[in-house]
């Protein structure tokens, strides 16, 4: 059933054409009554279709959560314009008018930037205007003498504003804009910071650099955790009801440099991961522990340890995150010896440490079933009233995760398990979804063969269907509608992939399985009636 509050939104963007009106009045106008989460929920999904451009900003002439309400408020922040003083003028970004009304252009240029540029910004700003305005300055400063110098220096200016009040500047734009209101302990984090990353920025691709280039992105993710805890410090104070507007715009760029951070913490594991995969990956972690030398286990878990301090961060579990960071580093520390007790001491360090990595498993796959209890209706509600296209909505959920630090941290905990089963030697199963069913098993490269295979009637005698797939593309769909009740996968997936999410929520046993032995073992099952259970040594057994 519709609510007050979505019926409200698509009046708004509908009939009047109100954009940032509509957050006013969601999140000021309405707090003395309804449910604080959802508003914050619609305020959320709306403005990340604005920012994305899935709804346009055309001209027209005129009970409390804690975890879920700090994920909502979260995306909320990128998505809002600059609170910065020329911005709240009257007339914002006045500039365009001169250059607009320039007297050593052209006259059509003229107007293609009144028409195109001064008018939507002065009546209806939006992220799209940016991508106008780098098209005009990149045709403008094609033919270095065609314009005088001083028209194209006002429309850099220009450009530079509109990033400015867009907030899309890059990470070290956005941080040097705050370095001035920095005390000595905050500046230093933030310079270690900016020399790492430019570090990493100069760095030459090549093999030679390969473990330089591992060593400098643990180092600068470090420097980044340091740098991200002063600020989250920061901004722990409340404001006082009389502070200056100055006070309140800089606040503002703290809090975006804060989640910029964030954002290019999700960078830094992506390429760590990457870097590791080519230098061996579970593979060589094995080899290393067998030879009882877990050096080389340092540089992932201490980007585990990264990874997991930066969902603390974030508002998502901060207690759990801590406690998880803490084992993390005294495995670290405590490394391996020949023997505990009477115990071999490789089992007791790879069993220690596989308990931790299940447990920051746990975390990641509490933070995306949060999700879908917060946004899917709310986004499918949104999504049909606006016209937004059917795919965004859809995917709105994964889209959210696997952008965001969580999906790295998933991978990093799917690497290192593999690493630490094959190390104890133990069965070759990931259980990404448990449970039990029984069903006719079938191979398929994808489920998609299944579902347009005319060999099976999926609608006549066989009424649950347990599958083992060769692989699983990008846009597979578990398809659980079609009697599909387990899957078996024959490769390594991350468990918040876009099949792993899609699986948990629509309740499909899922493991994944790499061991070849255990392969042939399920291949001989083809056709045949099992029982799928993930609980035991085999979940696939003959009934």
């Given at each position: 059933m519709p609510t007050a509050r979505f019926k409200y939104i698509v009046e708004q963007v509908i009939l009047h054409g109100n954009k940032l009106e509509v957050m006013c009045e969601l999140l000021v106008g309405n707090l003395e009554s309804g449910d604080r989460l959802e508003a914050l929920i619609f305020s959320a999904i709306y403005l990340k279709w604005i920012n994305t451009g899935q709804i346009p900003c055309f001209e027209d002439g005129g009970h409390p959560r804690p975890n879920r309400e700090v994920l909502s408020i979260r995306k909320i922040h990128p998505c809002l314009p600059s609170f910065k003083a020329e911005f709240t003028a009257s007339v914002p970004l006045?500039?365009?008018?001169?250059?607009?009304?320039?007297?050593?252009?052209?006259?059509?240029?003229?107007?293609?930037?009144?028409?195109?540029?001064?008018?939507?910004?002065?009546?209806?700003?939006?992220?799209?205007?940016?991508?106008?305005?780098?098209?005009?300055?990149?045709?403008?400063?094609?033919?270095?003498?065609?314009?005088?110098?001083?028209?194209?220096?006002?429309?850099?200016?220009?450009?530079?504003?509109?990033?400015?009040?867009?907030?899309?500047?890059?990470?070290?734009?956005?941080?040097?804009?705050?370095?001035?209101?920095?005390?000595?302990?905050?500046?230093?984090?933030?310079?270690?910071?900016?020399?790492?990353?430019?570090?990493?920025?100069?760095?030459?691709?090549?093999?030679?650099?390969?473990?330089?280039?591992?060593?400098?992105?643990?180092?600068?993710?470090?420097?980044?955790?340091?740098?991200?805890?002063?600020?989250?410090?920061?901004?722990?104070?409340?404001?006082?009801?009389?502070?200056?507007?100055?006070?309140?715009?800089?606040?503002?760029?703290?809090?975006?440099?804060?989640?910029?951070?964030?954002?290019?913490?999700?960078?830094?594991?992506?390429?760590?991961?990457?870097?590791?995969?080519?230098?061996?990956?579970?593979?060589?972690?094995?080899?290393?522990?067998?030879?009882?030398?877990?050096?080389?286990?340092?540089g992932p878990l201490g980007s585990l340890f990264v990874g997991i301090r930066q969902l603390g961060l974030s508002g998502w579990k901060p207690e759990e995150c801590t406690a998880i960071g803490n084992e993390l580093l005294a495995w670290k520390e405590k490394g391996l010896s020949e023997k505990e007790g009477s115990e071999d001491g490789k089992a007791v360090w790879a069993l220690r440490l596989k308990a931790t990595l299940d447990r920051s498993r746990r975390l990641t796959e509490e933070y995306s079933e949060a999700l879908p209890q917060m946004f899917p209706?709310?986004?499918?509600?949104?999504?049909?009233?606006?016209?937004?296209?059917?795919?965004?909505?859809?995917?709105?959920?994964?889209?959210?995760?696997?952008?965001?630090?969580?999906?790295?941290?998933?991978?990093?905990?799917?690497?290192?398990?593999?690493?630490?089963?094959?190390?104890?030697?133990?069965?070759?199963?990931?259980?990404?979804?448990?449970?039990?069913?029984?069903?006719?098993?079938?191979?398929?490269?994808?489920?998609?063969?299944?579902?347009?295979?005319?060999?099976?009637?999926?609608?006549a005698v066989v009424k649950q269907i347990l599958c083992y797939l060769k692989g699983a593309p990008g846009d597979e769909v578990t398809a659980a509608g079609n009697n599909i009740k387990g899957v078996v996968l024959l490769q390594e997936l991350p468990h918040l992939s876009h099949l792993g999410v899609r699986a948990g929520q629509e309740k499909v046993i899922f493991v994944t399985c790499e061991d070849d032995d255990k392969i042939a073992d399920i291949q001989k099952l083809n056709g045949k009636c099992v029982r799928h259970n993930t609980t035991s040594n085999f979940p696939v057994k003959d009934l």
């Amino acid at each position: 059933m519709p609510t007050a509050r979505f019926k409200y939104i698509v009046e708004q963007v509908i009939l009047h054409g109100n954009k940032l009106e509509v957050m006013c009045e969601l999140l000021v106008g309405n707090l003395e009554s309804g449910d604080r989460l959802e508003a914050l929920i619609f305020s959320a999904i709306y403005l990340k279709w604005i920012n994305t451009g899935q709804i346009p900003c055309f001209e027209d002439g005129g009970h409390p959560r804690p975890n879920r309400e700090v994920l909502s408020i979260r995306k909320i922040h990128p998505c809002l314009p600059s609170f910065k003083a020329e911005f709240t003028a009257s007339v914002p970004l006045t500039r365009i008018r001169d250059v607009a009304h320039w007297g050593d252009i052209p006259h059509d240029l003229k107007l293609q930037i009144k028409h195109t540029i001064q008018n939507k910004l002065h009546r209806n700003a939006g992220p799209e205007d940016l991508v106008a305005t780098e098209a005009m300055l990149a045709r403008i400063t094609r033919n270095p003498e065609e314009y005088s110098e001083a028209f194209v220096e006002q429309f850099k200016i220009i450009h530079h504003e509109l990033k400015d009040f867009s907030m899309l500047g890059n990470l070290t734009e956005q941080l040097e804009s705050i370095k001035e209101s920095f005390g000595d302990r905050s500046l230093s984090a933030l310079t270690l910071f900016l020399e790492c990353k430019e570090r990493l920025d100069n760095l030459e691709e090549s093999k030679d650099a390969l473990d330089k280039s591992i060593d400098l992105l643990l180092k600068t993710a470090q420097s980044l955790n340091a740098l991200r805890e002063v600020i989250v410090k920061g901004l722990e104070s409340s404001l006082r009801n009389d502070v200056p507007d100055a006070a309140i715009a800089m606040r503002q760029k703290w809090r975006l440099c804060e989640i910029g951070l964030e954002d290019y913490s999700f960078l830094l594991l992506s390429r760590f991961l990457n870097a590791l995969e080519v230098v061996g990956g579970a593979q060589q972690l094995k080899e290393n522990a067998e030879s009882k030398n877990v050096s080389s286990w340092n540089g992932p878990l201490g980007s585990l340890f990264v990874g997991i301090r930066q969902l603390g961060l974030s508002g998502w579990k901060p207690e759990e995150c801590t406690a998880i960071g803490n084992e993390l580093l005294a495995w670290k520390e405590k490394g391996l010896s020949e023997k505990e007790g009477s115990e071999d001491g490789k089992a007791v360090w790879a069993l220690r440490l596989k308990a931790t990595l299940d447990r920051s498993r746990r975390l990641t796959e509490e933070y995306s079933e949060a999700l879908p209890q917060m946004f899917p209706q709310k986004v499918e509600m949104l999504g049909k009233a606006l016209g937004i296209p059917e795919n965004s909505v859809r995917t709105y959920n994964e889209a959210e995760i696997r952008a965001g630090v969580i999906f790295q941290v998933s991978k990093l905990c799917t690497l290192l398990l593999k690493a630490v089963r094959s190390t104890l030697g133990s069965q070759g199963w990931d259980v990404l979804v448990p449970g039990a069913a029984h069903g006719t098993l079938i191979q398929c490269y994808v489920i998609s063969q299944y579902m347009s295979s005319p060999t099976v009637d999926r609608w006549a005698v066989v009424k649950q269907i347990l599958c083992y797939l060769k692989g699983a593309p990008g846009d597979e769909v578990t398809a659980a509608g079609n009697n599909i009740k387990g899957v078996v996968l024959l490769q390594e997936l991350p468990h918040l992939s876009h099949l792993g999410v899609r699986a948990g929520q629509e309740k499909v046993i899922f493991v994944t399985c790499e061991d070849d032995d255990k392969i042939a073992d399920i291949q001989k099952l083809n056709g045949k009636c099992v029982r799928h259970n993930t609980t035991s040594n085999f979940p696939v057994k003959d009934l």
